[in-house]
Nanobody
Framework: QVQLVESGGGLVQAGGSLRLSCAAS????????MGWYRQRPGTRRELVAG???????NYADFVKGRFTISRDNAKNTVYLQMNSLKFEDTAVYYC????????????WGQGTQVTVSS
């Protein structure tokens, strides 16, 4: 089993920055892909960014140029640096992981709330 624990959410003004962290533990050797999803009120969960073990990244169009995903394999941790935050970025952010693809994650964190005030 794999456990994912997020941290770093909170309240920030529009234009500000936050950094989310996700620490993985357990059977981490099966994890090749990690990423971040978010779920805004009244909407479906959506992929924000993903990163492969070798470092390849992908981003949703709505965060390109503002968010950066990175990982530290030695610490089994993935990060999401969020800059130029907008009110519409307000959501619960979830860490996700999978052996084959972040688009179909098998493992989820509990979520961390990010609130951007306008």
């Amino acid at each position: 089993q794999v456990q994912l624990v997020e941290s770093g959410g909170g309240l920030v003004q529009a234009g500000g920055s936050l950094r989310l962290s996700c620490a993985a533990s357990g059977n981490i050797f099966i994890i090749n892909h990690m990423g971040w999803y978010r779920q805004r009120p009244g909407t479906r969960r959506e992929l924000v960014a993903g990163i492969a073990r070798a470092g390849e990244t992908n981003y949703a169009d709505f965060v390109k140029g503002r968010f950066t995903i990175s990982r530290d394999n030695a610490k089994n941790t993935v990060y999401l640096q969020m800059n130029s935050l907008k009110f519409e970025d307000t959501a619960v952010y979830y860490c996700a992981a999978d052996r084959f693809s972040v688009a179909t994650p098998s493992h989820w964190g509990q979520g961390t709330q990010v609130t951007v005030s306008s």
